[in-house]
């Protein structure tokens, strides 16, 4: 059976626009093929900040209780990486780029030798082979017009996550969310399309 590792990052509580989208999302996906969901709430259960007392853990050699905590922890969100055949995050935009309890996140499992190796020619991801649907939710338009260059959330996303190997990434945006209840309701279902019509292509593709 198909594995799907949800991640969500809002900090909006039921009101929150990515997480009804990462829902639908999962309801389209297994109802097109059955999987096992995992879910990784950062909004309500996030994972700590590195700091002096438990980087070492993450990046170093863990000795003190707090650096082992932190190791188990990075262990155990790279062990959810790597047992998903499909990812999917639910990422709002946060001043231009992502909400610090997903970069706390990345944080944890971008790990030398775990996620990815250094060669000699270069960083190398190391969890190819795996499909990451990220959806994001934003007050104002950033695909197109003069935001564009602003928008440090998308490329950030992509560079993020393909130094891990992972490549396969369709990024589905709900924008304008801020833009009045009409424009809401017109994201939010275009949107839902979108990922229904996704879930449909990997069900054949399958
Ligand atoms: C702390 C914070 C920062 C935000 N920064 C931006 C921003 O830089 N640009 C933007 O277009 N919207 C910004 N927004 C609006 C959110 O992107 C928008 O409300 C989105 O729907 C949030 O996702 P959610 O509904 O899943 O919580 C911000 C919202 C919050 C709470």
């Known amino acids: 059976m198909n594995s799907i590792l949800v991640i969500d990052s809002a900090a909006s509580g039921e009101a929150s626009v990515s997480r009804g989208l990462v829902r639908a999302a999962v309801a389209a996906l297994t109802a097109a093929a059955p999987a096992r969901v995992v879910t990784r709430d950062l909004g309500t259960d996030p994972v700590p900040h590195l700091t002096e007392a438990n980087l070492a853990g993450v990046r170093g050699t863990p000795a003190t209780e707090a650096e082992q905590a932190a190791r188990a922890l990075s262990d155990q969100l790279i062990a959810e990486l790597r047992a998903a055949d499909t990812i999917v995050i639910g990422a709002p935009m946060y001043n231009f780029s992502i909400p ?47 935001a564009q260059a602003i928008d440090f959330q998308e490329p950030y996303l992509r560079h993020l996550l393909g130094f891990m190997g992972l490549t396969d990434v369709t990024f589905v945006r709900a924008e304008k969310i801020g833009y009045g209840p009409e424009a809401r309701a017109a994201a939010i279902a275009a949107a839902t399309g979108t990922l229904r019509g996704l879930a449909e292509t990997a069900a054949v593709a399958a």
């Open 100 to 146: 610090t309890t997903l970069r706390a996140w990345f944080d944890h499992v971008l790990r030398a030798g775990e996620t990815f190796r250094y060669t000699e020619a270069g960083p190398e991801g190391l969890l190819a082979g795996k499909r990451v649907i990220v959806i994001e939710s934003r007050g104002g338009l950033y695909s197109e017009g003069p």
